[in-house]
Protein backbone atom coordinates (compact mmCIF):
# COMPACT_ATOMS: atom_id res chain seq x y z
CA UNK A 1 0.00 0.00 0.00
CA UNK A 2 1.37 3.63 -1.28
CA UNK A 3 1.49 6.09 1.46
CA UNK A 4 1.46 9.50 1.08
CA UNK A 5 3.57 11.95 3.26
CA UNK A 6 2.40 15.86 3.11
CA UNK A 7 4.29 18.33 5.15
CA UNK A 8 3.87 21.67 6.08
CA UNK A 9 5.87 24.16 5.60
CA UNK A 10 6.56 27.28 8.02
CA UNK A 11 6.87 26.08 11.57
CA UNK A 12 7.50 22.68 10.67
CA UNK A 13 9.79 21.45 7.42
CA UNK A 14 10.99 25.56 7.69
CA UNK A 15 13.53 25.83 10.60
CA UNK A 16 12.78 29.40 12.61
CA UNK A 17 15.13 31.21 9.89
CA UNK A 18 12.66 30.08 7.50
CA UNK A 19 15.15 27.95 5.63
CA UNK A 20 15.27 24.69 4.49
CA UNK A 21 18.36 22.65 6.33
CA UNK A 22 21.18 21.19 3.94
CA UNK A 23 19.94 17.67 5.62
CA UNK A 24 16.50 17.81 5.39
CA UNK A 25 16.72 18.63 1.76
CA UNK A 26 19.74 15.66 1.13
CA UNK A 27 17.48 13.34 3.25
CA UNK A 28 14.53 14.03 1.61
CA UNK A 29 16.17 14.05 -1.72
CA UNK A 30 17.56 10.73 -1.44
CA UNK A 31 14.26 9.40 0.15
CA UNK A 32 12.51 10.27 -2.68
CA UNK A 33 15.09 8.97 -5.37
CA UNK A 34 14.23 5.99 -3.54
CA UNK A 35 10.87 5.83 -4.04
CA UNK A 36 8.61 7.42 -1.07
CA UNK A 37 5.87 9.94 -2.03
CA UNK A 38 6.74 13.30 -0.17
CA UNK A 39 5.32 16.87 -1.12
CA UNK A 40 4.15 20.08 1.02
CA UNK A 41 0.73 20.90 2.30
CA UNK A 42 1.21 24.91 2.83
CA UNK A 43 -0.31 28.19 3.34
CA UNK A 44 2.18 29.80 1.08
CA UNK A 45 1.56 30.63 -2.64
CA UNK A 46 3.81 28.08 -5.20
CA UNK A 47 6.26 31.50 -6.09
CA UNK A 48 7.04 31.26 -2.54
CA UNK A 49 6.98 27.69 -1.60
CA UNK A 50 9.58 27.72 -4.43
CA UNK A 51 11.88 29.82 -2.61
CA UNK A 52 11.55 28.64 0.54
CA UNK A 53 12.38 24.49 -0.69
CA UNK A 54 14.99 25.82 -2.89
CA UNK A 55 16.89 22.31 -2.68
CA UNK A 56 14.31 19.99 -2.02
CA UNK A 57 13.72 18.26 -5.62
CA UNK A 58 10.16 17.54 -5.70
CA UNK A 59 8.59 15.51 -8.42
CA UNK A 60 4.63 15.72 -6.84
CA UNK A 61 2.43 18.18 -7.10
CA UNK A 62 2.08 20.27 -3.99
CA UNK A 63 -0.87 21.89 -2.03
CA UNK A 64 -0.32 25.65 -1.57
CA UNK A 65 -2.76 28.41 -0.15
CA UNK A 66 -3.93 26.27 2.36
CA UNK A 67 -5.73 24.32 -0.31
CA UNK A 68 -7.07 26.57 -2.64
CA UNK A 69 -4.86 25.34 -5.43
CA UNK A 70 -3.02 21.68 -6.00
CA UNK A 71 -0.47 22.84 -8.71
CA UNK A 72 2.82 20.92 -10.37
CA UNK A 73 5.82 22.22 -8.69
CA UNK A 74 8.11 22.39 -11.58
CA UNK A 75 5.27 23.85 -13.69
CA UNK A 76 3.12 25.38 -11.75
CA UNK A 77 0.25 24.11 -13.82
CA UNK A 78 -2.86 24.52 -11.62
CA UNK A 79 -4.80 20.58 -10.83
CA UNK A 80 -7.23 21.81 -8.63
CA UNK A 81 -8.98 25.07 -7.73
CA UNK A 82 -10.92 26.95 -5.87
CA UNK A 83 -12.66 30.35 -6.11
CA UNK A 84 -15.43 32.63 -4.38
CA UNK A 85 -18.20 33.53 -6.30
CA UNK A 86 -18.42 37.45 -7.34
CA UNK A 87 -21.65 37.66 -4.64
CA UNK A 88 -19.46 35.99 -2.17
CA UNK A 89 -16.37 38.25 -2.91
CA UNK A 90 -18.41 41.20 -2.78
CA UNK A 91 -19.89 40.75 0.58
CA UNK A 92 -16.84 39.44 2.52
CA UNK A 93 -14.81 42.90 1.28
CA UNK A 94 -17.93 44.92 2.39
CA UNK A 95 -17.76 43.29 5.73
CA UNK A 96 -14.42 44.06 5.67
CA UNK A 97 -14.19 47.30 4.66
CA UNK A 98 -17.03 48.41 6.79
CA UNK A 99 -15.04 47.26 9.59
CA UNK A 100 -11.93 49.37 8.81
CA UNK A 101 -9.81 46.59 7.58
CA UNK A 102 -7.76 46.59 4.52
CA UNK A 103 -7.41 43.43 2.96
CA UNK A 104 -5.35 41.99 0.78
CA UNK A 105 -7.08 40.48 -1.88
CA UNK A 106 -5.75 37.33 -4.11
CA UNK A 107 -7.22 36.38 -7.44
CA UNK A 108 -6.45 34.56 -11.08
CA UNK A 109 -7.17 37.16 -13.77
CA UNK A 110 -6.49 36.41 -17.54
CA UNK A 111 -4.48 33.34 -16.03
CA UNK A 112 -1.92 35.08 -13.80
CA UNK A 113 -2.56 35.29 -9.60
CA UNK A 114 -2.54 38.56 -8.09
CA UNK A 115 -2.44 40.12 -4.76
CA UNK A 116 -4.24 43.28 -4.90
CA UNK A 117 -4.77 46.02 -1.91
CA UNK A 118 -5.20 49.49 -1.42
CA UNK A 119 -2.32 50.85 0.77
CA UNK A 120 -3.62 53.65 2.30
CA UNK A 121 -6.51 51.23 3.86
CA UNK A 122 -3.68 48.22 5.67
CA UNK A 123 -2.97 48.49 8.94
CA UNK A 124 0.84 48.95 9.47
CA UNK A 125 1.68 45.09 9.62
CA UNK A 126 -0.13 44.53 6.66
CA UNK A 127 2.29 47.35 5.24
CA UNK A 128 4.67 45.99 6.25
CA UNK A 129 3.49 42.57 4.61
CA UNK A 130 3.26 43.58 1.06
CA UNK A 131 6.11 46.22 1.56
CA UNK A 132 8.19 42.90 1.74
CA UNK A 133 7.17 41.74 -1.48
CA UNK A 134 7.77 44.63 -3.92
CA UNK A 135 9.72 42.13 -6.04
CA UNK A 136 6.72 39.65 -6.36
CA UNK A 137 5.30 39.43 -9.84
CA UNK A 138 1.89 38.97 -7.77
CA UNK A 139 2.37 42.46 -6.32
CA UNK A 140 -0.66 44.17 -7.88
CA UNK A 141 -1.50 48.24 -5.16
CA UNK A 142 -4.31 49.51 -6.96
CA UNK A 143 -5.57 53.18 -6.46
CA UNK A 144 -9.28 52.47 -5.91
CA UNK A 145 -11.81 49.76 -4.01
CA UNK A 146 -13.55 49.28 -6.85
CA UNK A 147 -10.29 47.36 -8.03
CA UNK A 148 -9.86 44.79 -5.44
CA UNK A 149 -11.93 42.21 -7.01
CA UNK A 150 -10.76 42.38 -10.51
CA UNK A 151 -10.35 38.71 -11.64
CA UNK A 152 -11.61 35.27 -9.55
CA UNK A 153 -11.30 36.20 -6.42
CA UNK A 154 -9.59 33.07 -4.16
CA UNK A 155 -8.27 34.45 -0.80
CA UNK A 156 -8.30 37.38 1.58
CA UNK A 157 -5.56 38.06 4.13
CA UNK A 158 -5.95 40.59 6.46
CA UNK A 159 -3.54 41.19 9.31
CA UNK A 160 -4.18 43.80 12.09
CA UNK A 161 -5.63 43.71 16.20
CA UNK A 162 -6.84 40.52 17.14
CA UNK A 163 -10.32 42.93 18.78
CA UNK A 164 -10.57 43.97 15.05
CA UNK A 165 -10.15 40.54 13.38
CA UNK A 166 -12.28 38.30 15.48
CA UNK A 167 -16.04 39.34 15.22
CA UNK A 168 -15.23 38.87 11.49
CA UNK A 169 -14.14 35.25 12.04
CA UNK A 170 -16.96 34.60 14.35
CA UNK A 171 -19.02 35.74 11.13
CA UNK A 172 -17.69 33.99 8.36
CA UNK A 173 -16.37 30.65 9.78
CA UNK A 174 -19.20 28.70 9.83
CA UNK A 175 -19.70 29.34 5.60
CA UNK A 176 -16.15 30.06 4.44
CA UNK A 177 -12.73 28.66 5.58
CA UNK A 178 -11.34 30.86 7.71
CA UNK A 179 -7.56 30.77 10.02
CA UNK A 180 -7.41 33.02 12.88
CA UNK A 181 -3.88 32.66 14.26
CA UNK A 182 -1.03 34.92 14.80
CA UNK A 183 2.31 34.56 13.11
CA UNK A 184 5.11 32.36 13.82
CA UNK A 185 7.26 34.85 12.51
CA UNK A 186 6.12 38.74 13.58
CA UNK A 187 3.70 37.91 16.38
CA UNK A 188 0.86 39.31 14.51
CA UNK A 189 -3.20 38.46 14.08
CA UNK A 190 -3.99 37.11 10.96
CA UNK A 191 -7.58 36.69 9.24
CA UNK A 192 -7.34 34.81 6.18
CA UNK A 193 -10.47 34.48 4.21
CA UNK A 194 -11.37 31.31 1.44
CA UNK A 195 -13.74 29.67 -0.33
CA UNK A 196 -15.63 26.72 1.68
CA UNK A 197 -14.18 23.79 -0.16
CA UNK A 198 -10.86 25.14 0.37
CA UNK A 199 -9.04 22.88 3.05
CA UNK A 200 -5.80 21.12 3.22
CA UNK A 201 -7.76 18.11 3.53
CA UNK A 202 -9.87 17.56 0.73
CA UNK A 203 -7.08 18.71 -1.13
CA UNK A 204 -4.78 15.71 0.65
CA UNK A 205 -7.35 13.18 -0.21
CA UNK A 206 -7.76 14.39 -4.07
CA UNK A 207 -3.89 14.22 -4.53
CA UNK A 208 -4.28 10.81 -2.52
CA UNK A 209 -6.34 9.09 -4.93
CA UNK A 210 -4.82 10.71 -7.78
CA UNK A 211 -1.53 8.98 -6.93
CA UNK A 212 -3.52 6.05 -5.52
CA UNK A 213 -2.07 5.79 -2.50
CA UNK A 214 -3.54 4.18 0.44
CA UNK A 215 -2.45 6.29 3.57
CA UNK A 216 -2.05 9.81 3.91
CA UNK A 217 1.10 10.39 6.89
CA UNK A 218 0.85 14.11 7.91
CA UNK A 219 3.33 16.90 9.89
CA UNK A 220 2.39 20.36 11.08
CA UNK A 221 2.48 22.70 13.85
CA UNK A 222 -0.37 25.01 12.95
CA UNK A 223 -4.17 25.45 13.44
CA UNK A 224 -3.97 25.59 9.84
CA UNK A 225 -2.75 21.78 9.96
CA UNK A 226 -5.99 20.85 11.98
CA UNK A 227 -8.08 19.70 9.07
CA UNK A 228 -5.57 17.51 7.24
CA UNK A 229 -4.65 16.26 10.70
CA UNK A 230 -8.54 14.89 10.75
CA UNK A 231 -8.11 12.86 7.43
CA UNK A 232 -4.03 11.98 7.84
CA UNK A 233 -3.57 7.72 8.75
CA UNK A 234 -1.03 9.09 11.11
CA UNK A 235 -0.08 12.93 12.10
CA UNK A 236 2.70 13.88 13.51
CA UNK A 237 3.00 17.55 15.22
CA UNK A 238 6.55 19.11 15.43
CA UNK A 239 6.94 19.88 19.63
CA UNK A 240 7.22 23.89 18.47
CA UNK A 241 3.14 23.07 17.88
CA UNK A 242 0.33 24.55 19.02
CA UNK A 243 -1.78 22.47 22.15
CA UNK A 244 -4.42 21.98 19.46
CA UNK A 245 -2.39 20.25 17.20
CA UNK A 246 -0.42 18.16 19.94
CA UNK A 247 -3.65 16.79 21.41
CA UNK A 248 -4.79 15.77 18.00
CA UNK A 249 -1.67 14.46 16.98
CA UNK A 250 -0.18 10.09 16.23
CA UNK A 251 2.99 11.60 18.34
CA UNK A 252 4.58 14.81 18.98
CA UNK A 253 8.50 14.40 17.04
CA UNK A 254 11.20 16.94 17.66
CA UNK A 255 11.00 20.80 16.24
CA UNK A 256 11.40 22.36 13.09
CA UNK A 257 15.10 23.06 14.53
CA UNK A 258 16.04 19.83 14.86
CA UNK A 259 15.14 18.55 11.25
CA UNK A 260 12.13 16.37 12.69
CA UNK A 261 10.18 15.37 10.07
CA UNK A 262 13.50 14.54 8.05
CA UNK A 263 14.60 12.47 10.96
CA UNK A 264 11.33 10.71 11.09
CA UNK A 265 10.90 10.03 7.73
CA UNK A 266 14.87 8.85 7.47
CA UNK A 267 14.07 6.36 10.17
CA UNK A 268 10.38 5.34 9.22
CA UNK A 269 11.21 4.70 5.28
CA UNK A 270 15.15 3.18 5.86
CA UNK A 271 13.69 0.60 8.72
Not at 86 to 100: N, P, Q, T, V
Not at 211 to 240: H, K, M, Q, T
Request: aromatic content about 10%; glycine content about 6%; proline content about 3%.
Amino acid sequence: MKTLYLSDLDGTLLNSACRITPFTAETINRLCENGILFSFATARSRSTTLKVTKGIECSLPVIVYNGVFTVEYKSGKMLCSNFFSDGDSREILSALLGAEIGPIVYSVTNGQEKFSYLLNDLSPAAAEFVTSRTNDRRDNPVAHRSELLNGETFYFTCIDKAENLRPLYEQFKDRFRCVYSKDIYTGEQWLEIMPSGATKAQAALKLKKALGCGRIVAFGDSENDLDLFAVADECYAVENAVPELKARATAVIGSNNEDAVAKFLLQRCTE
